[in-house]
């Protein structure tokens, strides 16, 4: 079980997090949707530390760090709990596909280089990249380097999988291998925090359709409840606006 309390962060006096609150199960999936500027990036980032949050703590299974006072130790036992997915992929690219899943493994967790082998091989092979271990990054299309990227996040066992945004950067014809991988590895059970703007996607993986909107959850519940029900105004004014049709 994770905890997160009073999480609140400003940029130039504006809340970006207004004191959020959200407890997430093993092996839930909860996807973060709203408008551009919501602040769900940055939910994502203060929760590994990637943004300093202003307050607020993190519970993940009785591990817990208040933002306010964490130590360099906390940060680096928080990052190993939490992986990330970005947009961007973030590859080593003069490192083979095997070698970026691998670098987490060899570095963070000081495994031998045979055993951190073995683990690279399962999880590329999970994403259906077997055949692309020995490729490096320039030779991968977008769509087997956010696989690649998956894999690695993957590799570290994380108690929690923090991915944004992991499609927004593909053309549009790579997007379905991506979400398949994400949707085998929540199948497997894996924890994960998504923020996405495929609705469809979000439908169909999330237990937890969180809006937010100014920094706050203003809704929340099950994808059918938020997405094909919503009771707030502004949440029901949002998906409106990807049912119209200019046709």
Known sequence: MISIRHLTKEFSG?????????????????????????????????????????SGSIDIDGFKVDFKTISTEEILTLRRKLAMVFQQFNLFE???ALGNVKEGLKVVKQLPDAEATKIAKEELAKVGLSDRENHYPRHLSG????????ARALAMKPDVLLLDEPTSALDPELVGEVEKSIADAAKAGQT???????MNFVAQVADKVLFL????????????????????????EFFASYKKSYL
């Open 94 to 96: 003069r490192r083979t």
């Open 213 to 236: 909107e100014k920094g706050k959850i203003l809704e929340q519940g099950t994808p059918e409840q938020v997405i094909h029900h919503p009771k707030e105004d502004r949440t029901k």
């Open 192 to 198: 994960m925090v998504l923020v996405s703007h495929d």
């Open 143 to 150: 769509g087997q380097k956010q696989r690649v990227a998956l």
């Open 14 to 54: 504006q809340k970006v997090l207004d004191g959020l609150d959200l407890d997430i199960q093993k092996g839930e999936v909860v996807a973060l949707v709203g408008a551009s500027g919501a602040g769900k990036s940055t939910f994502l980032r203060s929760l590994n530390y990637l943004e300093k949050a202003d």
